[in-house]
């Protein structure tokens, strides 16, 4: 009988995981185990990545149960760990908490149907990644990555660097921030996040991951912890194109818990279009003119070595046979609509912009208080915290922990009726979309014929979000320093961002520019145990 041989846990692809399964070189357990030596090792000690911010309590018998289950076509992940961002509910022992005190005791009646998903595949779900509170929603300027319960998530590549006020100089990005960093550090196969604008692209470029923000619909949201029906979504966060590939394969399906799925389309294996030569014909807009250089807002404010990264990506997707064309978006498209937008006074007692307005947009502050009360209703238990108005009087009345940041947003969000039925509402979701979607993007592709638009990291993730749109990050190379403050080398990607459903020409598009580049490396003095 063979010996079975050791995985290199550290850097090791999900589908390498999935194929040392099948050839019976590792078992489930000794993955489970490996994962938690690491989160032992780098998350709780050394560098205190802080990315878990609860570990499954029953993992290991979980994969107990898969170690003579081998991988199959009915059972992908047969024995695969994987970590899921705290706002997506699990019906288990494991609390849904949102990284916030006030649900700290707080558990799920049920599995978000995500998670349903990710079971049935036979993932071993490892635990519960951190955040940022709320998914960003709860104060402005709150530092990514930073929740009153799980406390700060460290950025991999610089995680001792932080400013006076113990806020990473070298973001972890947010809001998935832990789900990110975990796999980046090799906590973890894979890990779940969500976005409503963002919190995908950001933590995945800050970490140098493959990410793929989902056509809103594709990946059923129920039972998970809301901002915006308009716009949120789950999706994958894996170390290359292939992985995200997989995981999206076992995710996108219609639900009926989730109309927004019901016009769902997808092709029966995202895998099977991930061809070297996928960038072969494609048409690929770079929202960047150099003759109309006021509206260059995604290129044109491009730090040196920023703009170095993005020009080598360039031609490597040229080299590759993609056409690049060269050409503004819309104005109106970047812009947004008239009346999109609202003033909030930042309270936050830590903010550099303590004082200043900041302008959120409606749609997220109108939605979250309607969507966070349904599903405080109908999701969770073991919490006393039934509505919007319980998590603020809460916060209030433990202000010294719960409230470092501040909850201006919380509060303008309070302060609406709850019911979407302000007209200023109405009026700003359609505004988004006549902007972003009709003036925006349609247009853009439309115009000048493209396959796809490719954004410096996160920059485009505004754009496709109010849309649904989905878009596909890559790790493209790195860079340094922040504002005025030296770091380490971290990484930045490009993001290929498309049409409704195209998630497959996306991958495509990002699988053979993966396999050109070859960008992506692993966050330093994160070693093999």
Same mark, same amino acid.
């Given at each position: ?199 995908? /692209?950001?933590? !995945? ?8 923000? &989902? =056509?809103? #619909?594709? %990946?059923?949201?129920? *039972? ?92 490597? /997707?040229?080299? !590759? ?8 978006? &819309? =104005?109106? #498209?970047? %812009?947004?609509?008239? *009346? ?92 988004? /979309?006549?902007? !972003? ?93």
């Amino acid at each position: 009988m063979r010996k079975p041989t050791r995985l290199a846990v550290e850097n090791a692809s999900m589908a390498d995981a999935i194929q040392a399964l099948a050839e019976g070189r590792t078992t489930a357990t000794a993955l489970v185990r490996a994962y938690l030596a690491r989160i032992e090792a780098f998350d709780r000690a050394g560098p205190s990545l802080n990315s878990v911010r609860e570990v499954n309590s029953d993992a290991l018998s979980i994969a107990a149960r898969f170690d003579s289950i081998k991988p199959s076509a009915d059972q992908p992940l047969a024995g695969v760990p994987i970590l899921i961002k705290d706002n997506i509910a699990t019906g288990d022992e494991q609390h849904t908490t949102a990284g916030s005190l006030a649900l700290a005791t707080a558990r799920a009646k049920d599995d978000a149907t995500v998670v349903k998903r990710l079971r049935a595949a036979g993932a071993v779900i490892l635990g519960k990644a951190n955040l940022t509170e709320f998914a960003n929603i709860l104060a402005i300027d709150m530092p990514s990555g930073y929740s009153s319960l799980g406390g700060q998530v460290r950025n991999p590549y610089a995680p001792q660097l932080v400013d006076d006020r113990g806020v990473p100089v070298v973001p972890p990005g947010g809001s998935s921030s832990g789900s990110a960093v975990a796999v980046a550090a090799g906590l973890c196969a894979a890990a779940i996040g969500s976005e409503t604008s963002g919190s995908l /692209l950001s933590p !995945a470029t800050n970490n140098g991951l493959v990410t793929v923000k &989902p =056509t809103v #619909g594709l %990946i059923s949201r129920a *039972g998970i912890l809301p901002i915006s029906h308009s716009q949120d979504t789950a999706g994958p966060l894996t170390r290359t194109v292939r992985d995200a590939a997989i995981l999206l394969n076992v995710m996108a399906a219609r639900d009926p818990l989730d109309t927004a799925t019901q016009p769902l389309q997808r092709p029966a294996d995202y895998t099977a279009g991930l061809d070297k030569d996928g960038l072969k014909g494609a048409r690929i807009g770079v929202p960047s003119d150099p003759d109309d250089p006021l509206n260059d807002t995604y290129y044109g404010k491009l730090p040196p070595r920023s703009a170095k990264v993005m020009a080598e990506a360039i031609a490597v /997707l040229q080299d !590759a046979g993609a056409t690049v064309v060269r050409a503004s978006m &819309p =104005t109106a #498209g970047w %812009i947004g609509g008239p *009346g999109t937008t609202m003033s909030v006074l930042n309270r936050n007692p830590l903010s550099r912009n303590k004082g200043n307005l900041a302008t959120p947009p409606i749609v997220f502050i109108y939605e979250f208080k309607r969507d966070l009360n349904l599903y405080l209703r109908d999701w969770a238990v073991g919490t006393t915290i039934r509505t919007m108005a319980d998590i603020v009087a809460f916060n209030k009345a433990n202000a010294d922990k719960a409230l470092r940041f501040g909850q201006d947003l919380f509060l303008a969000a309070q302060a609406t009726k709850g019911d979407l039925s302000e007209l200023e509402y109405r009026s700003a979701r359609s505004m988004d /979309l006549l902007a !972003a979607k009709k003036h925006g993007m349609d247009a853009y592709l439309a115009e000048h014929k493209l396959d796809a638009v490719l954004f410096p990291g996160a920059a485009g993730a505004a754009i496709a979000a109010k849309a649904g749109y989905p878009s596909v990050q890559v790790p493209a190379g790195f860079i340094s320093g922040v504002g005025n403050k030296e770091t380490p080398d971290y990484p930045l990607g490009i993001t290929f961002a498309g049409r409704a459903w195209s998630e497959a020409k996306l991958l495509r598009m990002a699988y053979a520019y993966e396999q050109a580049s070859n960008a992506r490396r692993p966050p330093p003095g994160l070693p093999a145990l």
